[in-house]
């Protein structure tokens, strides 16, 4: 049974820094797709950062360089560091995993979400 369990979240000035780490219980850290996600109240969903497997890195495109996904293996932990925070990138932020990262759209009911960490980037 998959658990994932999310931290790190908190308020920061604009061009702080968090990191945010991810928590997985189970045996498929290593090979299921793996990402974090951000929700802001009034806007869908959208993905940030995926980590293929063993290595394959997927950064959306507003990331510009100033995030980077990361795991240990010894603590099935993934992280997300983030540079240079803007207000724009506030919002709740999830880990979720599934089998593979190309098999359609990341549904609630199609992969395993964790309860999510707040992202605060005041001006």
């Known amino acids: 049974q998959v658990q994932l369990v999310e931290s790190g979240g908190g308020s920061v000035q604009a061009g702080g820094s968090l990191t945010l780490s991810c928590v997985h219980s189970g045996n498929t850290f290593g090979t299921y797709c793996m990402g974090w996600f951000r929700q802001t109240p009034g806007k869908d969903r959208e993905s940030v950062a995926i980590?293929?497997?063993?290595?394959?890195?997927t950064y959306a495109t507003f990331v510009e360089g100033r995030f980077t996904i990361s795991k240990d293996y010894a603590k099935k932990t993934l992280y997300l560091q983030m540079n240079n925070l803007r207000p724009e990138d506030t919002g709740m932020y999830y880990c979720?995993?599934?089998?593979?990262?190309?098999?359609?759209?990341?549904?609630?009911?199609?992969?395993?979400w964790g309860q999510g960490t707040q992202v605060t980037v005041s001006s």
């Open positions: 979720a995993t599934r089998r593979h990262c190309n098999s359609g759209p990341w549904l609630p009911d199609r992969a395993h």
């Open positions: 980590f293929d497997g063993d290595g394959p890195i």
